[in-house]
């Protein structure tokens, strides 16, 4: 079993910058995948960035170049930095830990942006 927590979001203006965390529980987060998806007001979940066991990335359009993943496998903790943040960023932020056979989520952190 595996817990993950999301810590870090919060009420930002356009342009600014926050830095997400998620914190997994157990001692399997060096084998799994993880991934950040959002879900906005009345619109489907969405995948916004990924990072495999080795470190490779990739990044949904609506975030290339703004959004940076990152994990920390001593610390058991997979990050999103999100600079020039715009309004339609608000959502609401899930981590996501996959372990190929079993996927695990987080309860979300909420990011609000501004105009």
């Known amino acids: 079993q595996v817990q993950l927590v999301e810590s870090g979001g919060g009420l930002v203006q356009a342009g600014g910058s926050l830095r997400l965390s998620c914190a997994a529980s157990?001692?399997?987060?060096?084998?799994?995948?993880m991934a950040w998806y959002r879900q906005a007001p009345g619109k489907q979940r969405e995948l916004v960035a990924t990072i495999t066991t080795g470190g490779s990335t990739n990044y949904s359009d609506p975030v290339k170049g703004r959004f940076t993943i990152s994990r920390d496998n001593a610390k058991n903790t997979v990050y999103l930095q999100m600079n020039s943040l715009k309004p339609e960023d608000t959502a609401v932020y899930y981590c996501?830990?996959?372990?190929?056979?079993?996927?695990?989520w987080g309860q979300g952190t909420q990011v609000t942006v501004s105009s």
């Open positions: 996501q830990a996959n372990l190929v056979i079993t996927t695990y």
């Open positions: 157990g001692s399997v987060f060096r084998f799994a995948a």
